[in-house]
């Protein structure tokens, strides 16, 4: 696949969105695996909940692990992109949001490389991004005011982020049961939505596989000796 084709314009550069990345069949699968994991392999947030697979990312180093067949065909298929400067991936973070549910503004950070690839599950979302505050003035109240654009994200479909949209634009994703496609929504047309519909949500499940350079074999010890 050439990701070139699935570039997405009227943002920063480096992004791309790729629907029916996966096929239905290969959804169902996914899905079941993940809600067959462990209870204690979920870790439950205020708004969310998420499992890590291929270790617990920390600033000391990621003690790795080997991650489990039916995620490593997905991880394979991502290493073929190419997009880690050569490296694997070795880490899937995996998210369930049921509806009402989101992630305040945020910057993923320099614990992993500057690419985020997302495999998305179960319902539609939409991502927005936004100004990050140290480029606005303090007199801009809100988030709102800072939109810059959204993306919508199907079933399916695969949403890579790379480099200036990485490192200086804030994602998050509103809480709320009912989605309204706006004009900001940079992708409506390779999406298929159109501005103006409404989209009741699911329960949304993610699949983000990234590459973490810093790993260690030995136990990272926390706190002082």
């Not at 991502?78 to 899937?92: R, S």
């Not at 979302?125 to 003035?137: E, G, K």
């Not at 005011?145 to 480099?163: A, I, N, T």
């Amino acid at each position: 696949m050439d990701l070139s084709d699935y570039k997405v314009e009227g943002g920063p550069p480096s992004i791309f969105y790729v629907p029916n990345f996966i096929s239905e069949e290969d959804e169902t699968v996914l899905l079941a695996k993940i809600y067959q994991a462990p209870k204690p392999k979920w870790t439950v947030l205020t708004n969310r909940r998420l499992q890590n697979w291929g270790g617990l990312p920390h600033p000391r180093g990621m003690i790795a692990e080997k991650l489990p067949p039916w995620l490593k065909k997905y991880v394979d298929d991502i290493a073929e992109l190419n997009l880690f400067n050569g490296k694997l991936p070795n880490h899937v973070l995996v998210n369930e949001y049921r509806p009402g549910q989101g992630i305040m503004p945020h910057l993923d950070g320099s614990l992993f490389h500057p690419t985020i690839t997302t495999i998305n599950l179960g319902s539609h979302s939409i991502i927005n991004f936004y100004t990050p505050l140290s480029n606005v003035s303090k007199e801009v109240p809100d988030y709102k005011q800072r939109l810059r654009f959204s993306l919508m994200l199907e079933p399916r479909s695969l949403l890579v982020l790379q480099d200036e949209c990485y490192n200086n634009y804030l994602h998050g994703i509103d809480e709320t049961t009912k989605d309204v496609v706006s004009e900001s929504v940079i992708n409506s047309k390779s999406a298929h939505v159109t501005v103006g519909q409404e989209l009741d949500r699911g329960t949304r499940v993610s699949l983000t596989i990234r590459f973490v350079p810093r790993t260690t074999k030995a136990p990272i010890r926390i706190g002082r000796n």
